[in-house]
């Protein structure tokens, strides 16, 4: 079992910058990818960035030049730096990992969403 936990989400005004953060927790698991995805009222949940470990990285073309996904593998935390802030990124933003147990298996698995607002 994995447990992802976001944090960094808030009120900012357009142009503004956030970092989102992502703690994976829990045993018995490789953690094979990372990413982020949001969700904005009335709308499907889409692909922000994602994240292979040792691979490249991939972005939403809304967000390239302008959002930076990283991870710290030791700590398994995954951050995702957002600058240059518009209001059509509000949105909920999940955290994602794909991790892999003991006998090879991939579960997918979610963190509870961190508010995003831009807004002036």
């Known amino acids: 079992q994995v447990q992802l936990m976001e944090s960094g989400g808030g009120l900012v005004q357009p142009g503004g910058s956030l970092r989102l953060s992502c703690a994976a927790s829990?045993?018995?698991?490789?953690?094979?990818?990372m990413g982020w995805y949001r969700e904005a009222p009335g709308k499907q949940r889409e692909l922000v960035a994602t994240?292979?470990?040792?691979?490249?990285?991939n972005y939403a073309d809304s967000v390239k030049g302008r959002f930076t996904i990283s991870r710290d593998n030791a700590k398994n935390v995954m951050y995702l730096q957002m600058n240059s802030l518009k209001p059509e990124d509000t949105a909920v933003y999940y955290c994602?990992?794909?991790?892999?147990?003991?006998?090879?298996?991939?579960?997918?698995?979610w963190g509870q969403g961190t508010q995003v607002t831009v807004s002036s």
């Open positions: 994240m292979p470990s040792g691979g490249t990285t």
């Open positions: 829990g045993s018995g698991f490789s953690i094979k990818i």
């Open positions: 994602n990992a794909d991790a892999e147990d003991w006998r090879g298996l991939h579960f997918s698995y």
